[in-house]
């Protein structure tokens, strides 16, 4: 079973396919829940009732337990958690922070694998080396 860890409080932050995330919408000034599908390259998303983002609005992501910021330290724009796959190999997945931008990386110490038409805007060395 593949599992989706935040990387401070290590909370399982995916359930019945969905990553559960907290989004801080500055164009609202709200908060709510975001699900986004834990499939790889599947750009599926729900947001609570109370939220309603327009392409390009950047989301300001959150775990929910330990709140902390999920922002990634090398590019603002961009999202951090932890992937466990089956056989317990643990990897980075990265993301876009835009609305309407699809772009995922996949990082490990001897790759980087890439999803979303998006994907070309943030590849460049600097961050995209493991932490």
Same mark, same amino acid.
């Given at each position: ?5 935040? !990387?401070?409080?290590?909370?399982? *932050?995916?359930? /019945?396919? +969905?990553?559960? &995330? ?10 709510? *829940?975001?699900? &986004?599908? =834990?499939?790889?390259? =599947?750009? $599926?998303?729900?947001?609570?009732? /109370?939220? /309603?983002?327009? %392409? ?7 775990? !929910?337990?330990? +709140?902390?910021? *999920?922002?990634?330290?090398?590019? %603002? ?5 932890? %992937? ?27 790759? $980087?694998? $890439? ?7 943030? +590849?460049?060395?600097?961050?995209? *080396? +493991?932490?």
């Amino acid at each position: 079973m593949k599992r989706y860890i935040c !990387p401070y409080c290590f909370l399982q *932050l995916n359930a /019945n396919g +969905q990553l559960v &995330l907290i989004g801080d919408f500055p164009s609202d000034d709200k908060k709510g *829940l975001v699900l &986004l599908s =834990d499939k790889l390259g =599947d750009y $599926t998303v729900h947001f609570s009732s /109370n939220v /309603n983002p327009e %392409k390009g609005d950047k989301v300001h992501f959150s775990c !929910p337990s330990c +709140q902390k910021s *999920l922002e990634y330290s090398k590019n %603002k724009d961009l999202v951090r958690v932890v %992937k466990i796959d089956e056989e317990g190999n643990e990897f980075s997945v990265v993301f876009s922070a835009i609305f309407g931008e699809h772009c995922t990386y996949k990082i490990s110490e001897e790759r $980087t694998l $890439t999803y979303g038409e998006s994907a070309i805007k943030y +590849q460049h060395p600097e961050w995209y *080396l +493991q932490e």
